[in-house]
């Protein structure tokens, strides 16, 4: 299976900052790359797919980046509702594989 | 909009069985691909099984290949996944996810969840 790892795990950072989350590949993927984020107690919600385009109705403020085995989420101007665990998934092999999460917290 | 509803959750012993039963509301249900994925207490997420739009193709994770069978009824715009021979490591909350048609098929439609407890 195809090995996702984020870093960092977690992050604290205060409204307005910018933040960035890293996925490594274990295998080139393309682009064929998604981000999740997960508020406590809900279900996950798409944010980004394939590596860059942004999901319907996610604000501007989420982009995504890169290729091959190499991505990066970032979240310009943090919010406070942007207190989440965000996963990066595969979805260019069988099975669909997770990163282990990185959580963002609000100082 | 969208709305996937997950039913059929619960406590239930090592070896025992459930069945999962997820529906959908508000889109073409049987023109897409569905997957089972699963969340562990504290832990991340984790794919569970998949079934193409007529049902005659399904893939399975390895710890779960022989015990979970996943299937849908696209006239009554529901998926199932029958869990057998339950172990306590399957204790999770279960979602039932939509991929949807986007280049990289993402899973952009997820139900609420069921929690699946296994325990004695």
């Known amino acids: 299976d195809v090995q996702m790892t984020q870093s960092p795990s977690s992050l604290s950072a205060s409204v307005g900052d910018r933040v960035t989350i890293t996925c490594r590949a274990s295998?080139?993927?393309?682009?064929?790359l998604n981000w999740y984020q997960q508020k406590l107690g809900t279900a996950p919600k798409l944010l980004i797919y394939?590596?860059?385009s942004l999901q319907s109705g996610v604000p501007s403020r989420f982009s995504g980046s890169g290729s091959g085995t190499d991505f990066t989420l970032t979240i310009n101007s943090l919010q406070p509702e942007d207190s989440a665990t965000y996963y990066c998934?595969?979805?260019?092999?069988?099975?669909?594989?997770f990163g282990q999460g990185t959580r963002v917290e609000i100082k | 909009e969208v709305q996937l509803v997950e039913s059929g959750g619960g406590l239930v012993q090592p070896g025992g069985s459930l069945r999962l039963s997820c529906a959908d509301s508000g889109f073409t249900f049987s023109s897409h691909w569905m997957h089972w994925v699963r969340q562990a207490p504290g832990k991340g997420l984790v794919w569970v099984s998949r079934i193409n739009i007529d049902g005659t193709t399904t893939t399975y994770a390895e710890s779960v290949e022989g015990r979970f069978t996943i299937s849908r009824d696209n006239a009554k715009n529901t998926l199932y996944l029958q869990m057998n021979s339950l172990r306590v490591e399957d204790t999770a909350v279960y979602y039932c996810v939509r991929r949807g048609g986007s280049g990289t098929f993402p899973f952009d439609s997820w139900g609420q969840g069921t929690l699946v407890t296994v325990s004695s």
């Open positions: 295998q080139i993927i393309t682009h064929y």
């Open positions: 394939a590596a860059a």
């Open positions: 998934q595969q979805s260019y092999y069988t099975p669909p594989t």
